[in-house]
């Protein structure tokens, strides 16, 4: 499996929005809309930090009988202040908690950006993971005339078999 995959985003699309582009292991899809139109959707990163039994260790998890769980153990917004032009860049940190450790699943990462409760942004991306710690990243750099404001990130993890779970940060532009 591949340590890390970029994906350049070559053009806008006519609305604003950006479209990512397709690997063997995965998608990353995203658009940013509204007072984030014009923005940039950067290159999505991911490692594998731990593997199945240490993961399973630190959530007290015994294993599953056939299918993955999944937890998000951590999601920040770096920095979490910043002006119009800025990047920021998001975070996360998730357990995939497999039945046998050389089993892998299908995991849809989404980054939803919700300002004023209306959706302006999203990036969701589907890797294959196998069970263990996981963290990922994708910047954004936001346009020069992003609103001011608070703005939520709403981060789910889920897998093909309904599992799922959510947390949020917010962050705010001056």
Not at 46 to 51: A, I, L, S, V
Request: aromatic share 6%.
């Amino acid at each position: 499996m591949r340590r890390s995959a970029c994906f350049a985003l070559a053009a806008f699309l006519v609305l604003g929005g950006l479209s990512g582009c397709a690997t063997t292991d995965g998608t990353l899809s995203g658009d940013l809309l509204g007072p984030l139109e014009g923005g940039f959707l950067g290159d999505y990163s991911y490692r594998k930090e731990k593997g199945l039994e240490e993961t399973r260790q630190i959530h007290s998890e015994p294993p599953a009988t056939t299918d993955a769980n999944v937890r998000i153990e951590a999601i920040r917004a770096v920095p979490d202040i910043l002006d119009p032009g800025d990047t920021i860049d998001i975070r996360i940190k998730y357990a995939v908690l497999t039945p046998q450790e050389d089993m892998t699943v299908i995991v849809n990462e989404t980054r939803e950006i919700l300002f004023e409760e209306n959706r302006v942004g999203e990036a969701s991306a589907n890797i294959e993971r196998e069970g263990g710690t996981w963290r990922s990243s994708v910047p954004i750099t936001l346009p020069q005339n992003a609103s001011p404001g608070i703005y939520r990130i709403v981060v789910s993890i889920r897998t093909p078999n309904g599992e799922k779970d959510v947390e949020e940060v917010t962050f705010r532009v001056r």
